[in-house]
């Protein structure tokens, strides 16, 4: 079935670094790929997605870009700050009749310290 | 309110109790969706609905999980006889239709001891 695999944390940072979270997905047919982020103490939220190949999504200085033929979708940002600090998921869904279920990784935490 | 609103946000309660869960979507939202977030891991699909049907129930993971949302807006999820192992968060979300933009409660935390 169709599956999120994305790197272990904790990932530690200095503040102004770069960031790179890997993904990569398996999946049948064309999914739409997503990166949510969990804040503490706060419910999870959508980052940003792409819904096919090459699409680049983006937000809040977040990047990804939809590789099919590395099936990834790894999340960058140029220069964190202490306030990106919080668990990042990346996930899919199905296309078509499955549209609606999202399949998550099992998250990332990141520690950006000042 | 603005947001997904989840309650209680925590509870505990004994092996072979049973407990229910309560979600009130953002208004005007049809699609309601239930997971479940055990430590360490992602959120796992439970259930969906789609007004006041059920329509994809495939994640419950067995038959003491029962979900209900009877007239289109708040759901319930059920669990009967619990066991240590149903000790997640479970996490409510909502959106304007199947496949629209989910948005998230900040989720119940049940512990059965």
């Known amino acids: 079935g169709d599956s999120v695999t994305q790197m272990e944390g904790p990932v530690t940072l200095s503040e102004e670094a770069f960031l790179t979270i890997n993904c990569t997905y398996t999946?049948?047919?064309?999914?739409?790929l997503f990166w949510y982020v969990q804040y503490p103490g706060e419910g999870l939220q959508l980052l940003l997605k792409a819904t096919k190949a090459d699409d680049k999504g983006s937000n809040k200085g977040f990047e990804a870009t939809y590789r099919k033929e590395t099936t990834s979708f790894h999340l960058e940002k140029g220069s964190v700050q202490v306030s990106d600090s919080a668990v990042y998921f990346c996930?899919?869904?199905?296309?078509?009749?499955?549209?609606?279920?999202?399949?998550f990784g099992s998250g990332t935490r990141l520690l950006v310290r000042p | 309110g603005a947001g997904v609103s989840q309650t209680p946000s925590n509870k505990v309660t004994e092996k072979g109790k049973y407990v229910e869960l309560r979600c009130d979507p953002i208004s005007g939202h049809t699609a309601l969706y239930w997971y479940r977030q055990s430590l360490g891991q992602g959120p796992e699909f439970l259930i969906y609905?789609?007004?006041?049907?059920?329509?994809?129930d495939s994640g419950l993971p067995n038959d003491r999980f029962f979900a209900v949302r009877p007239e289109g807006s708040v759901s319930t999820l059920k669990i009967q006889r619990t066991e240590r192992g149903d000790s997640a968060v479970y996490l409510c979300?909502?959106?304007?239709?199947?496949?629209?933009?989910?948005?998230f409660g900040s989720g119940t935390q049940l512990s059965v001891l």
């Open positions: 996930a899919l869904s199905g296309d078509l009749d499955s549209s609606y279920k999202l399949i």
């Open positions: 999946a049948t047919g064309y999914p739409s």
């Open positions: 609905f789609q007004g006041t049907g059920a329509a994809d």
């Open positions: 979300a909502s959106s304007l239709s199947a496949g629209t933009k989910l948005f």
